[in-house]
């Protein structure tokens, strides 16, 4: 079974910047599109950003669009997050979410990572 496992979280401040990274346990030769979702005490699980299987193809949530950047790197099956110019309200867990096929839908999400904290103190 595919395993997602992330990487990189950790406390920072206020404007500092994050690199997440999600690494697939088995390389499997299929195609998946990719997603950062996190979560925040008390509150619902969000979309953060979604990236297509070529990695031509992104979209991010309002909150994040500008200063978070998706990313992949199928030759090593990674999936990247690059957070900048961090606030507060970026405290979240944040897992990797898998869909099989070349196009992120969000309809039907094969995997899920546990997650990554990150933590940004004012």
């Not at 997602?4 to 088995?26: F, K, P, Q, W, Y």
């Not at 996190?38 to 990695?55: H, L, T, Y």
Request: one cysteine or more; hydrophobic letters at 35%.
């Amino acid at each position: 079974q595919l395993q997602l496992v992330e990487s990189g979280g950790g406390l920072v401040h206020t404007g500092d910047s994050l690199r997440l990274s999600c690494a697939r346990s088995i390389r499997t030769g299929s195609r998946y599109a990719m997603a950062w979702f996190r979560q925040s005490p008390g509150k619902d699980r969000e979309f953060v950003a979604a990236i297509n299987w070529s990695g031509v193809d992104t979209y991010y949530a309002e909150a994040v669009k500008g200063r978070f950047t998706i990313s992949r790197d199928n030759d090593k099956d990674i999936l990247y997050l690059q957070m900048d110019n961090l606030n507060p309200e970026d405290t979240a867990i944040y897992s990797c979410a898998a869909e099989y096929g070349p196009t992120w839908t969000g309809r039907l999400i094969d995997y899920w990572g546990q997650g990554t904290q990150v933590t940004v103190s004012s």
